[in-house]
């Protein structure tokens, strides 16, 4: 088992239900072999915002690792799209806001991560909603700072286009 960063607290293993769009390449981290036909991805707001069907039909059918410029693979990249690939793939991720750098996650630098073959990457929403603190971050040890969480609240009141 590899060492946790400092700060970070190891969690028992747990079951999650995880939704990700159509892929007509069975999520096998590849470029969709007709990405100009697959529509149903562009539920996803970043996929839809971000996809370019032209560009990625001359790498159809290509996997992601093999892509070597991040810029040229396509958005579902970031939406769980690949979890039944059989390749370990490393892409450079950027946290969504931080564009802003006077905003609480301004700070965030892009960040290589590793995704292990077969694996997929879940965000806990429901781990970071304050209503539900006691109930999954108290029996866990995850430490918690009411300053820090006040901090940032007025942040945002001082920098509404944050939300």
């Not at 293993?13 to 990405?35: I, Y």
Request: aromatic content about 10%; charged content about 25%; some cysteine.
């Amino acid at each position: 088992m590899s060492k946790l960063s400092s700060g970070a607290v190891e969690i028992p293993m747990s079951h999650v239900s995880v939704r990700v769009a159509w892929h007509d390449t069975d999520w096998t981290g590849r470029v969709c072999a007709s990405p100009a036909t697959n529509h149903s991805c562009l539920v996803l707001k970043n996929v839809k915002e971000k996809k370019r069907p032209l560009a990625e039909e001359e790498l159809a059918g290509t996997a992601w690792a093999d892509i070597e410029e991040a810029d040229d693979r396509p958005p579902c990249v970031n939406e769980r799209a690949g979890f039944m690939r059989t390749r370990a793939f490393t892409h450079e991720r950027t946290h969504n806001y931080a564009w802003n750098k006077k905003g609480p996650h301004g700070h965030f630098a892009p960040t290589l991560q590793r995704m292990p073959p077969y694996s997929l990457e879940v965000t806990p929403f429901r781990w970071v909603m304050r209503a539900e603190l006691e109930r999954y971050a108290t029996p866990w040890g995850i430490a918690h700072d009411d300053a820090v969480e006040e901090h940032i609240f007025g942040a945002l009141l001082l920098f509404p286009w944050v939300r």
